[in-house]
């Protein structure tokens, strides 16, 4: 007795080639997400220790500084691209890294040279610089920063993700201590003032 030797029929060997087909796809995808999850954790530690540390001015940065019994002085000021405050009788006022308290020390002691005997001074933020949320989202641009946002806030102020947009996490450019640091985090990571995201186009 001669046994025959089985051949699929043709529309079985297509079920075969489709089922593969998938599995492929799916290792794919399975990896890359694998990656972006990997990826979460920026190159360099100061990328996230700078959120725990006091706030910064840098240009684009306005800040409120109130000189009590003093009302020709008390008045927003903005830190200009060179990154100083224009103050009335002495001058330009370094404000790049540096925090509020800080320029707060430096007008009193230069007031206290000549100009007023004892002052009291005190320097808060007024307006901070801008965020900028470009790639795959509704409304790539420039956006007001508010303490506290987060990725999602800022993907939602500019107007959510597109089809094509992959929703796993961001790119996020960060000035740290004059260095341009850049981190891939989830969703829910703060978002810094001046920060630039980046919302990638997914592979599938």
Do not use: W
């Amino acid at each position: 007795m001669y046994s025959v030797p089985f051949s699929p029929s043709p529309a079985t060997r297509n079920r075969h080639r489709a089922a593969l087909r998938k599995v492929a796809i799916s290792t794919l995808l399975g990896l890359s997400l694998l990656g972006g999850c990997a990826s979460y954790r920026p190159v360099d530690e100061a990328f996230h220790a700078v959120l725990q540390q006091p706030y910064a001015l840098d240009a684009g940065d306005s800040v409120r500084i109130t000189v009590f019994e003093q009302k020709e002085l008390t008045n927003s000021y903005a830190v200009d691209k060179a990154g100083y405050i224009a103050f009335p009788l002495i001058g330009s006022v370094q404000a790049r890294g540096r925090t509020p308290k800080q320029i707060e020390g430096d007008i009193a002691a230069r007031l206290q040279n000549g100009y007023i005997r004892d002052p009291d001074v005190s320097v808060e933020v007024d307006r901070y610089r801008p965020i900028f949320v470009m790639g795959e989202v509704g409304a790539a641009g420039q956006y007001v920063y508010v303490p506290g946002m987060t990725v999602q806030n800022a993907i939602a102020l500019a107007g959510g993700f597109t089809a094509r947009a992959y929703q796993g996490n961001a790119d996020i450019t960060r000035a740290v201590n004059g260095q341009v640091l850049n981190g891939r985090v989830p969703l829910s990571d703060p978002v810094m003032a001046g920060d630039t995201l980046y919302i990638r186009e997914r592979l599938f």
